[in-house]
C-alpha cells in the first residue's frame, strides 16, 4: 500500500511558474514509477507527465512539453512536476499517482495508487 499527499497548488497568473510535489509513505517510493495527471471540471482526467522508478525517464505529452518537468528524489519519497509559463487552459486539479513496476504508463487504469489531488488555478 502506499500513500500519496500532493502540495504546492495555488492560484498563479498566466505566465508564472509553480512546483507541485508529491510525498509518498508506506511500501518502497524507489520501486514505484509515478506520474502526474491532471482533471478539469467536467472533463476527463489526463495525463501530464511520468517518470520511471529510477527516475532515469521520463516523458510527457506535446501540450506541456518545454513547460512542465517532471522528477523524482527517492531518498526523500518525493515526486515533483514543475511547470513554466503556465496558461489559463493548466487550470485542474493536479493527481500524483503511482505505478507498481519499473516503467511508467500514460493511461490512468494503468496506476495503483492516487493521491487526493491539488487544485491549480491559472488566471489571464
Known amino acids: 500500500q502506499v500513500q500519496l499527499v500532493e502540495s504546492g497548488g495555488g492560484l498563479v497568473q498566466a505566465g508564472g511558474s509553480l512546483r507541485l510535489s508529491c510525498a509518498a509513505s508506506g511500501r518502497t517510493f524507489s520501486s514505484y514509477a509515478m506520474g502526474w495527471f491532471r482533471q478539469a471540471p467536467g472533463k476527463e482526467r489526463k495525463f501530464v507527465a511520468a517518470?520511471?522508478?529510477?527516475?532515469?525517464?521520463?516523458y510527457g505529452p506535446d501540450s506541456v512539453k518545454g513547460r512542465f518537468t517532471i522528477s523524482r528524489d527517492n531518498a526523500k519519497n518525493t515526486v515533483y512536476l514543475q511547470m513554466n509559463t503556465l496558461k489559463p487552459d493548466d487550470t485542474a486539479v493536479y493527481y500524483c499517482?503511482?505505478?507498481?513496476?519499473?516503467?511508467?504508463?500514460?493511461?490512468?487504469?494503468?496506476?495503483?495508487?492516487w493521491g487526493q489531488g491539488t487544485q491549480v488555478t491559472v488566471s489571464s
Open positions: 499517482a503511482a505505478r507498481d513496476g519499473t516503467y511508467y504508463r500514460t493511461e490512468v487504469r494503468s496506476y495503483d495508487y
Open positions: 517518470i520511471s522508478s529510477s527516475g532515469d525517464r521520463t
